[in-house]
């Protein structure tokens, strides 16, 4: 799981600095719930633990390793094979298959489609969109996709899974669906989802307020 120390952050030297100091060890196997103000850096937090965004002070571990001196191939690298990221509003490419879309995060793990292909089904199936499966998202509704979005990042069975809003713009059924899909995720991995969603922050094992 991840683990952040002495963690700061700023877009830019004449910025505001995020989280100033922050230390914190997520849990596996539990759901954590990352919620504070507006532009408190929910989302940047989010964007550092999945290694998209390097932190200005402070480290990230992942499974105790330090992963500071990682070079960006191979923080992508560990990003693909140990981490799921659910994006907001599941920023699907509209180009692409939903099939394809779920197929995709294994196939920069490095699996075959092969070997992804039958997982990706199953996973639609679940969903109830498995006969849209060679449609593109924009011919599902905005929940179905932010479902779909659940997929991909469970595809590669990862050790931590990150959501960003996941329950933003969703009614309460597809945001049921959704908390559903990440709660069964959490068998396996650690869950933590940036939230101002009343209901996920009470649903949550733990809450990270920044
Ligand atoms: N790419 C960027 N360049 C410069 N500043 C940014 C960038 N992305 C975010 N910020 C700023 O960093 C701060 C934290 O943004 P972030 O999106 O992480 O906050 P948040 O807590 O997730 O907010 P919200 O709840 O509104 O989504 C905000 O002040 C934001 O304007």
Same mark, same amino acid.
């Given at each position: 799981?991840?683990?952040?120390e002495a963690?700061?952050?700023?877009?830019?030297?004449?910025?505001?600095?995020?989280?100033?100091?922050?230390?914190?060890a997520?849990t596996?196997?539990?759901?954590?719930?990352?919620?504070?103000a507006?532009g408190?850096g929910? %989302?940047? #937090?989010?964007y550092?633990m999945?290694?998209m $965004?390097?932190?200005t *002070? &402070? @480290?990230v571990?992942?499974?105790?390793?330090?992963?500071?001196?990682?070079t960006?191939?191979?923080l992508s690298a560990?990003r693909?094979r140990t981490?799921?990221f659910?994006?907001q509003?599941?920023?699907?490419?509209p180009?692409? %298959?939903? #099939?394809?879309?779920?197929v995709e995060?294994a $196939?920069?793990?490095? *699996? &075959? @489609?092969?070997d992804?292909?039958?997982r990706a089904?199953?996973?639609?199936?679940e969903?109830g969109?498995?006969?849209?499966?060679d449609g593109?998202p924009g011919?599902?509704?905005?929940?179905q996709?932010?479902?779909?979005?659940?997929?991909r990042?469970?595809i590669?069975?990862?050790?931590?899974?990150?959501?960003?809003e996941?329950?933003g713009?969703?009614?309460q059924?597809?945001s049921r669906?959704v908390l559903?899909m990440?709660?069964a995720?959490?068998?396996?991995?650690g869950?933590v989802i940036a939230?101002?969603?009343?209901?996920?922050?009470?649903?949550?094992?733990?809450?990270?307020q920044l």
């Open positions: 799981m991840i683990a952040v963690l700061a952050f700023q877009y830019s030297s004449d910025g505001d600095e995020l989280f100033r100091d922050l230390d914190h997520f596996p196997g539990k759901v954590t719930a990352v919620t504070g507006s408190r929910k %989302s940047t #937090l989010l550092i999945g290694l $965004l390097r932190p *002070r &402070g @480290r571990l992942v499974d105790g390793v330090d992963t500071t001196d990682h960006d191939t191979e560990l693909a981490i799921g659910v994006f509003d599941a920023a699907l490419d180009t692409r %298959s939903l #099939l394809d879309a779920v995060p $196939l920069y793990a490095g *699996r &075959g @489609r092969a992804a292909e039958p089904r199953e996973l639609l199936a969903l969109v498995a006969h849209r499966i593109r011919q599902i509704s905005g929940g996709a932010q479902r779909v979005a659940v997929c990042a469970l590669n069975d990862p050790r931590v899974i990150l959501a960003d996941p329950t713009n969703l009614d059924d597809n669906e559903r990440l709660r995720g959490a068998d396996r991995a869950v939230t101002h969603d009343p209901f996920v922050i009470d649903w949550a094992d733990e809450v990270l």
